[in-house]
């Protein structure tokens, strides 16, 4: 690194200087260069109060500057400086029309940023500051402005040439080139620029609005995958009518285009009426995807076009605002998968991807308010605390709200602040104008760091027939933080009497939404007999870790008994936890394993019980993550969990034996493939069966899942089943499978994908020499995100007893690998290191390997601004 990396603070926020009125570009595309020109209409700011101030324009290093003019003339040098990134423009009119020329290569570009190629086709990803590598310009939210684009390129190799908006004009030059213009009408930061350019195929369906306008909608993607573009189709149709329905949100252009690439950092991208898509998040077909990329599919194709309002309409002031589209992009788009699918299933998979990933980055080196206050690199916050911890925050509003309200103040917030670059801090005051609640507390929750805790005690009075709660709220300090002020937390709860009744409570039902506002206090329920059982943090009402001490006949009696069955499930995994981590603490003194009969016990009356939601089934006998575990701990202990783990699966799987063949056979029907609920229900909780049935380690269950492989009609079933035979003792039938299955879908690259992520979750012995061999497998492919994610994040995240060696060849097998990314993709290479950050949650031996590898990436040269912060926050 030659210099140090400059930290960019809110605080130092000032309004821009220059305001854009148009932007119209040229990009003449060809193999070996791409020239773009931009002619820009710009006047000076009203509202910015230095009346000389320069203009300052963003350009990538590497870009070559071949002209640039201010109406029709050349700058004198001394108005003109360049300065790393910025180009610095003095002594200007108050109106001025600035043009340029630039050479850039986006043939080369392996970033993955700005303007590149992916398989042969053009595309473009430009958030958050990705516009700078494509021209001159000034690349920050805040500077909205009208584009006009025309793309020009070989007609032969790239017959579809688009942009954002609508195409207005097309011609064709000489050299079999043509040409494409496109207008967008409504003004927009540089970030949600895009254009393609590439021998695309397309289906293309229609949406007519509330209003009774026709929408057409068009999806792009290499011919090969034509056949996978229905399902993403009609979830974009379901996310158009379900987003007029709930938030009164109708689509505003004539177009609404999807393109699918192979090549991409990130699931997809909101760009204005061209929304780029990483294929794993669109493409979807019975054969070749699995269940939980269908919903996967639906989920990220409504997240998009949730921000055509979220994020496009109404977007960020500056960076340090993103959770204040993804934040409540993430909430709506969970909403709708709620209303599509299960509810409560959706909620217990988004809380526990929250209460593991989110919870361990706000306890590690990274950890960030939803809005942080300084970066380096931005990119380094595109995090579960900005994304899924936001939405948590946007929930909770919800809540104190109730949704009414909640609906008043988006109405008021869209109206207020249509066309505009805002903050986080003009969502909440529209939801405090329009609903008249105050506020003022919960505002901690954007600049306070780390996970609160809430410790909670009981108390019963049985002569003044009252049953108090009392809540204490602590928050762990954070890097810069040391001190937090209490929150505002809803804190939804219920009672149960000894026979499971539910109690009213002292709102007249039976839930109530509690207000936790201090650091200490206590809540009195009245007329209340005896001894209740409290059902606490209903539907996971706050992103706040609770301690309560239940007895474990307690949590089996809320297991039976709860009615929000968010809790029901929570209450299986408390059990869980807590038999799993008596037995982890004994695992390191020798102490013999034995596994507590109340969870067979448990276990068995959901086996047995009659009519549950099947998906919910699936979940409850699904022991807490190695993941979750690992949170939980104070220090990890990786073998412990591995093992403890494996020892209760497997004295399950044999107690339970006959109910799991039971449900399994039950379940595994011969019908059509269908990605609705029920049918994925089913196949979780008949795939779930048969992981305890192969556990017990019986040659007939093995022989089950092989028949299982051969016969299914879809992907779901059919890695399952791969992946239990080939994790499986027996090797050699483990490596039958992995080569018929290679041979049968080497041409799906993301099926090829999933081939690759269950040899490297495998944790037999030997697991980095297999992923190493596989990357030297025609199947990898170093440049792309997709196979770095499924080969080396996999094993480094999801193989923790291989990773974590004791002999550091895990880290520094990893080490290498940011290495060699860092000059190739930092955003990659940046996310990548997340497993070696955590080193303070190891034992001393793995702490000191783990810190030695971070030392080496810190060490090198040229390390990018990406590696370079969480590198670097991670030492401290
Ligand atoms: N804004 C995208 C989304 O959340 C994510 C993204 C960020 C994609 C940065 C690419 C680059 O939908
Ligand atoms: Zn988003």
């Known amino acids: 690194m030659s210099q140090e990396p400059k930290v960019i603070y809110l605080k130092d926020y000032t309004v821009p200087s220059f305001l854009i009125e148009s932007t119209e570009l040229r990009f003449e595309l060809f193999e070996e260069e791409t020239i773009v020109h931009a002619e820009l209409k710009v006047k000076r700011n009203p509202a910015c109060e230095k009346s000389a101030a ?29 300065e790393g990134e910025l180009l610095i423009l003095s002594s200007l009119p108050e109106t001025f029309v600035l043009k340029s020329s630039t050479r850039i290569h986006p043939e080369t570009n392996t970033a993955l940023e700005g303007l590149y190629k992916s398989d042969g086709m053009f595309c473009t990803q430009c958030e958050a500051e990705g516009f700078r590598r494509i021209t001159f310009f000034p690349d920050r939210p805040d500077v909205m402005s009208v584009f006009r684009t025309t793309v020009e390129a070989d007609k032969k190799r790239y017959p579809v040439l688009l942009s954002n908006g609508n195409p207005v004009k097309t011609g064709e030059n000489a050299e079999g080139r043509h040409w494409v213009t496109w207008e967008d009408p409504f003004p927009k930061p540089a970030y949600l620029f895009a254009l393609v350019a590439g021998d695309l195929k397309c289906i293309e369906d229609s949406f007519t609005t509330m209003s009774g306008r026709e929408v057409k909608l068009v999806i792009y993607a290499e011919e090969k995958d034509l056949d996978k573009l229905d ?54 077909n019975p054969k070749t995807t699995t269940d939980a990329s269908f919903q996967r599919v639906e989920g990220v194709v409504a997240h998009e076009y949730f921000h055509n309002w979220s994020g496009n309409r109404v977007t960020c002031r500056d960076w340090f605002q993103l959770s204040l589209k993804e934040g409540f992009t993430v909430f709506r788009d969970a909403e709708f998968s709620a209303d599509m699918n299960s509810r409560t299933v959706k909620r217990v998979e988004d809380v526990s991807l929250l209460r593991t990933a989110q919870f361990a980055e706000d306890a590690g080196p990274m950890a960030h308010p939803i809005r942080p206050d300084s970066f380096i690199e931005i ?134 939404v509690l207000e936790v506002t201090e650091a200490e206090q206590t809540f009195v329920f009245k007329g209340i007999n005896a001894k209740p059982v409290p059902s606490l943090l209903r539907g996971f009402s706050a992103p706040v870790k609770l301690h309560y001490a239940y007895q474990r006949d307690e949590l089996m009696f809320l297991m039976a008994n709860d009615t929000d069955g968010f809790s029901r499930w929570d209450a299986a995994q408390k059990l869980g936890v807590d038999i799993m981590q008596e037995l982890i603490g004994g695992y390191s003194v020798d102490r013999p394993m034995a596994l507590d009969s109340r969870l067979i016990a448990a276990y068995r009356a959901v086996l047995e019980a009659d009519g549950l939601d099947k998906a919910m089934v ?78 017990t380690q019986k040659t007939e269950y093995l022989q089950l899942a092989k028949e299982q492989y051969a016969q299914s009609d879809n992907m779901t079933d059919m890695q399952s089943a791969l992946a239990l035979v080939a994790h499986s003792d027996d090797k050699v039938a483990g490596a039958e499978l992995l080569d018929d299955f290679y041979a049968q879908w080497k041409d799906e690259s993301l099926v090829v994908n999933l081939w690759l992520s269950i040899q490297a979750a495998d944790p037999s012995e030997g697991a980095l020499a297999r992923v190493e061999s596989l990357m030297h497998h025609p199947a990898f492919d170093a440049k792309n995100p997709n196979k ?16 974590h060696a004791k002999d550091g060849s895990g880290y520094q097998f990893l080490a290498d690998r940011i290495i060699e990314l860092n000059a190739q993709n930092p955003q990659i290479a940046s996310r990548m290191l997340t497993p070696l950050t955590r080193w303070k949650k ?11 590898q971070l030392e080496r990436i ?19």
């Open 54 to 82: 320069s203009l300052e324009l963003f350009g990538h290093e590497e870009l070559e500057l071949i002209e640039l003019t201010i109406d029709g003339a050349a700058l004198d040098e001394k108005s003109v400086q360049r």
């Open 231 to 284: 399902y993403a189709m009609l979830s974009l149709q379901k996310s158009m009518k379900w987003d007029e329905e709930v938030y009164g949100r109708e689509y505003d252009l004539d177009i609404y285009m999807i393109v699918a690439v192979d090549f991409f950092n990130m699931g997809a991208m909101e760009n204005k009426g061209l929304n780029i898509f990483n294929t794993s998040c669109v493409l979807a």
């Open 379 to 512: 990119s380094n916050f595109y995090t579960m605390t900005v994304y899924e911890k936001g939405a948590e925050v946007v929930r909770m509003i919800h809540t104190l709200l109730g949704p009414e309200l909640f609906r008043k103040g988006s109405d008021l917030y869209f109206e207020r602040h249509d066309g505009q670059a805002v903050t986080t801090e003009d969502f909440v005051q529209a939801m405090e104008d329009a609903s008249g609640k105050d506020l003022g507390q919960f505002r901690a929750w954007y600049h306070q760091a780390g996970t609160p805790e809430l410790h909670i005690t009981d108390e019963f009075d049985g002569q003044k027939e009252e049953y108090r709660l009392t809540v204490r709220q602590t928050c762990p300090a954070t890097p810069g933080q040391d001190k937090k002020t209490p929150f505002q937390i809803p804190l939804s709860v219920g009672l149960l009497d000894q026979e499971g009744n539910e109690l009213r409570l002292t709102n007249g039902e039976y839930s109530e």
């Open 618 to 695: 699936s979940k409850v006998l699904t022991l807490p993550s190695q993941a979750y575990l690992s949170e939980l701990s104070e220090v990890i202990d990786v073998d412990a969990i591995h093992n403890v783990r494996e020892f209760i699966r497997k004295k399950l799987a044999f107690e339970l034996e006959p109910l799991f063949l039971k449900r399994y056979q039950e379940n595994n029907l011969e019908v059509d493939y269908s990605p609705d609920a029920d049918s994925i229900a089913r196949r979780s909780l008949k795939n779930l069966c048969l992981s305890y049935l192969v556990a």
């Open 788 to 803: 770095l994610r499924s080969l080396i994040s996999v094993f480094c995240a999801q193989n923790p007893v291989n990773f």
């Open 842 to 852: 190891y034992a001393a031996d793995r702490q000191v390997l783990m810190r030695a």
């Open 858 to 876: 810190h060490q090198c040269d040229d390390l990018s601004k990406d590696v370079f912060e969480v590198v670097s926050k991670s030492l401290v």
